[in-house]
């Protein structure tokens, strides 16, 4: 063994053809971490990698694991796809209360303005109107006390009541 103080000849140059033996110094340490202070059969710092199992060992060991493996990724999946469903189920039952409640307000606004141009028409002015201007508003009238007494909310519609003038 090489303690301190001892000193190793090596073969330094190979490229030239020639051999030079060259003298290398070791330090003194006795605490040292290096390689060729640990014997041989002894554990070294360099970490030992397990013996590699063999090719039919590992396909059997690969076979099991996948089965279960296999088996743990499509309850997974379906765990998923449970809960995807789910949210889904409530996104679109969601999207619906939205649009049901569009919809009222829509009904409420329509019916609101209806009764705003009922109204408006049936205050209206007609003393500096012209005959004809005068016929279409009083029509107009009709049309929504006619709405009015059958309870119709639709849009104005004064042709029936052209057809029983002519």
């Not at 490229?15 to 040292?32: A, P």
């Not at 060729?36 to 039919?56: A, H, M, T, W, Y």
């Not at 009922?118 to 500096?128: G, I, K, P, Q, R």
């Amino acid at each position: 063994m090489l303690g301190g103080g001892e000193k190793l000849h090596t073969l330094q140059n190979y490229s030239h053809g020639s051999s030079i033996l060259n003298e290398t110094s070791f330090h003194d340490s006795t605490t040292s971490d290096s390689v060729l202070n640990f014997p041989v059969g002894q554990d070294s710092p360099i970490d030992k990698e397990p013996k590699p199992i063999g090719r039919k060992a590992a396909k059997a060991k690969k076979g099991n694991n996948s089965s279960t493996n296999t088996s743990k990724n499509l309850e997974e999946l379906a765990r998923q796809s449970a809960i995807r469903i789910e949210i889904e189920k409530k996104h679109q039952e969601n999207e619906m209360a939205i649009r049901a409640e569009y919809v009222q307000e829509r009904e409420y606004s329509h019916k609101q303005h209806i009764k705003k141009t009922d109204w408006e028409t049936m205050v209206m002015d007609t003393s500096h109107m012209s005959p004809e201007t005068k016929q279409f508003w009083k029509l107009e009238r009709m049309d929504v006390m006619r709405r009015r007494l059958f309870r119709d909310d639709g849009p104005s519609n004064t042709d029936w009541l052209n057809d029983q003038n002519h």
